[in-house]
């Protein structure tokens, strides 16, 4: 199995993903404070400083123990979020995905689209045979984009985190390369072909 090193561009009807620059910093640190991702995602982690930005997602195409890409809208460019693959389990074959998608990408089918390319990244060009993620029980949007993608449900960790007043749950889901191989992201159109009438 490969390492994350090599940082792809990966193209799709809707968006481009691609390796993060420097340039990149002041737009994520808005989409990582956005108030329906931090809602969603949790807060982030320390304080998100012009200068803490730019060192990170300047350096993430220089680290080969995960892959961060942008997400962009492939018609204008725009950069709306960021998809990852990390904790790479190389005996197993496995990592972890997460995403995150700013208020200018939501509700076109971007993260969808996101999260299909760097899924289908994962197994058919790193050879890995498993692909997993946690989301917040609250955040049903995600969850059916990941639905979509063909992650199915494994698990809930009840009541594991407490947010906003109250106790959250973690759902784990994960998708499988033999899967992946039937349904490339699109579980809902693997069954039978219809008969022609």
């Not at 208020?103 to 045979?129: K, M």
Request: aromatic share 6%; with cysteine.
């Amino acid at each position: 199995m490969s390492d994350f090193s090599v940082k792809p561009v990966l193209t799709g009807e809707l968006t481009v993903l691609r390796p993060f620059t420097e340039a990149d910093a002041a737009v994520m640190g808005a989409i990582i404070e956005d108030p329906e991702v931090v809602r969603l995602t949790g807060e982030p982690a320390g304080d998100l400083t012009p200068r803490r930005l730019r060192a990170w997602y300047g350096t993430r195409s220089e680290q080969d123990d995960r892959l961060d890409l942008a997400v962009t809208d492939r018609a204008t460019g725009e950069l709306v979020g960021e998809v990852v693959l990390h904790d790479r389990e190389a005996a197993a074959r496995g990592c972890t995905f997460r995403t995150l998608i700013g208020p200018r990408g939501r509700g076109r089918g971007l993260g969808t689209e996101a999260t299909r390319l760097i899924v289908g990244h994962a197994f058919e060009q790193l050879g890995l045979h498993r692909v997993q993620l946690e989301v917040y029980g609250h955040n049903h949007r995600a969850r059916r984009v990941y639905e979509k993608a063909g992650f199915v449900v494994e698990g809930v960790r009840r009541e594991a985190d407490f947010r906003d007043g109250l106790w959250r749950d973690w759902v784990m889901m994960a998708v499988l390369d033999r899967e992946w191989a039937v349904h490339r992201g699109r579980p809902g159109l693997t069954g039978p072909e219809p008969t022609a009438r």
